[in-house]
């Protein structure tokens, strides 16, 4: 069966510093994995995805992540964290069991605080 | 309106009442989802329609009734809920379920319900 596991409920930055939010996956098939992000009150954003073309992805607002088989992660990273960042982050990977069906996994979300 | 609106923002009901949510999408999508966000919980995928047709149902209690009347409009009609059913509902559309294709997900900004 897929899972998806945040390894942190929380993190904390200031602004301005490195932003690293964990990400690791189980999967006996080829996934595809992607980071949403969620602003208060707002709905879901896609950040970026991973469908196995380069292992490092490029997202919007300065977002990477880099995609590790064998480490089995999809960490996402910001060089330098921003007030706006605030927000709640999902690691997502797909069922390819129910690829027709349109079925993503969610982590249970880690929440960025930046500091001033 | 662009993108994926949802009505109401906020409902408060009791567990006798029927209410309904309701979701648009303006992005010319034929796939619209409904996901449950719980409180320290993952978010969950509850049903799929693809070209208005139901495509998954997530094992949900039958006092959750969805329906697609095109694929632009997706409901959620609710009758004797439970207090445990509180949670953010959120709807999503895609080009299609198919995440063969990659699809992204776009969400609307959620229903927050609480079942008294």
């Known amino acids: 069966a897929q899972s998806v596991t945040q390894l942190d409920s929380h993190v904390s930055v200031s602004e301005g510093t490195p932003v690293l939010l964990r990400c690791n996956y189980s999967?006996?098939?080829?996934?595809?994995l992607f980071w949403y992000v969620q602003h208060p009150n707002k709905g879901l954003q896609l950040l970026l995805k991973?469908?196995?073309?380069?292992?490092l992805v490029k997202g919007i607002n300065g977002f990477e992540a880099e995609f590790k088989k064998s480490e089995t992660s999809f960490h996402l990273t910001k060089p330098s964290a921003h007030m706006s960042d605030a927000a709640e982050y999902f690691c997502?990977?797909?069922?390819?069991?129910?690829?027709?069906?349109?079925?993503?996994?969610f982590g249970q979300g880690t929440t960025l605080q930046v500091k001033p | 309106e662009t993108g994926v609106t949802q009505t109401p923002r906020h409902l408060v009901m009791g567990m006798t009442n029927k209410k309904s949510l309701k979701c648009e999408q303006h992005?010319?999508?034929?796939?619209m989802y409904w996901y449950k966000q719980s409180a320290k919980k993952p978010l969950e995928l509850m049903f799929v329609?693809?070209?208005?047709?139901?495509?998954e149902n997530n094992s949900v209690p039958s006092r959750f009734s969805p329906e697609c009347p095109n694929s632009s409009h997706l409901f959620l009609h609710l009758h004797t809920l439970q207090p445990e059913d509180s949670a953010l509902y959120l709807c999503?559309?895609?080009?299609?379920?198919?995440?063969?294709?990659?699809?992204?997900?776009?969400f609307g900004p959620g229903t927050r319900l609480t079942v008294l």
């Open positions: 999503a559309s895609s080009q299609d379920s198919n995440l063969l294709s990659y699809n992204e997900q776009f």
């Open positions: 999967s006996s098939y080829s996934p595809s």
């Open positions: 991973y469908t196995s073309a380069a292992t």
């Open positions: 997502v990977v797909s069922d390819p069991r129910s690829s027709n069906t349109g079925k993503l996994i």
């Open positions: 992005l010319g999508h034929n796939a």
């Open positions: 329609y693809n070209f208005k047709e139901q495509t």
